[in-house]
């Protein structure tokens, strides 16, 4: 049994590869979607459709997305808001469309905006990611209003200046959990001082996943949490099993040290 996720280069070129894409319904109001490295969520809400995250700037992302609403019998129009981690580009990802398509209102720190634009030109990537603006900047302790519910924004930089994760209540068969997304999972590579504020932050959204009585944990990069295993069993689930996404809330405190031990 592995200790850490396995985090290597190849892990980065994983990350760049939209050949391939899964998803699933998870609760009665959440999916998610996944190429092979990098996950984001659709919620469903009073306000519409809430996409967080974005994965890669390709166009084939915002296909699967739709796909998977339409899979879900959800309204495609009803895409009103993207709320991003973090500025990283393979978060910010197909933000360019779910503006452009959808009219999303769109959600970022305002720390990660300047990074997602200052971010420099490589070859063979799309510059779409920074095609679209920011409505509004969030920061620590904001609250998201979606009608029946609201998402707690908590600041947790470390990963970028920036990083942002979130607090939001799911329903399976109707009863009410509450979910947590850790925003921004590693520390900065070579840079201690970063290491340093991304163990704080741990220690800080652990604190608050706790009080807010969190019992389901979400990442945003399959490497944390046997994330496509976890799509498969969930796309194969037969009514009597359980949902693998609720662990309890000690679960969700003994799932987020995966954050401790790669620091």
């Known amino acids: 049994m592995k200790d850490i996720p396995e985090l290597t280069i190849e892990t980065i070129k994983r990350m760049e590869d939209m050949s391939w894409f ?3 319904q998870i609760f009665d109001d959440l999916i998610i979607v996944a190429q092979k490295e990098t996950v984001c969520y659709i919620l469903r809400t009073a306000a519409g459709l809430v996409v967080i995250d974005g994965i890669w700037p390709d166009k084939r992302v915002y296909d699967e997305i739709v796909c998977s609403i339409d899979e879900a019998g959800w309204d495609v129009d009803g895409i009103n808001m993207f ?3 973090h500025g990283h580009i393979d978060h910010v990802g197909c933000g360019k469309w779910l503006k452009e398509d959808s009219g999303a209102k769109t959600f970022l720190s305002k720390e990660d905006d300047r990074l997602r634009l200052s971010a420099p030109h490589e070859d063979g990537r799309s510059d779409s990611y920074k095609e679209f603006e920011i409505d509004e900047y969030i920061s620590d302790g904001d609250i998201i209003d979606c009608g029946d519910r609201n998402i707690y924004v908590i600041s947790t930089p470390g990963h970028t200046k920036g990083s942002s994760s979130f607090i ?3 329903h399976e068969n109707g009863k009410e959990h509450m979910a947590c997304l850790f925003g921004g999972a590693t520390p900065p590579w070579g840079d201690e001082g970063g290491r340093e ?3 704080q ?4 959204f652990m604190k608050i996943a706790g009080e807010k009585g969190c019992d389901v944990a979400l990442t945003n990069h399959t490497a944390f949490d046997c994330g496509l295993e976890r799509i ?3 796309r194969a689930r037969i009514a009597h099993l359980p949902n693998i996404y609720i662990l309890g809330t000690g679960g969700v405190q003994d799932f987020c040290r995966v954050y401790e031990r790669v620091l």
């Open 22 to 24: 899964t998803h699933a």
């Open 83 to 85: 709320i991003m981690t």
């Open 168 to 170: 939001f209540p799911v």
């Open 197 to 199: 504020l991304q163990r």
């Open 201 to 204: 932050s741990v220690n800080k």
């Open 232 to 234: 498969a069993y969930s």
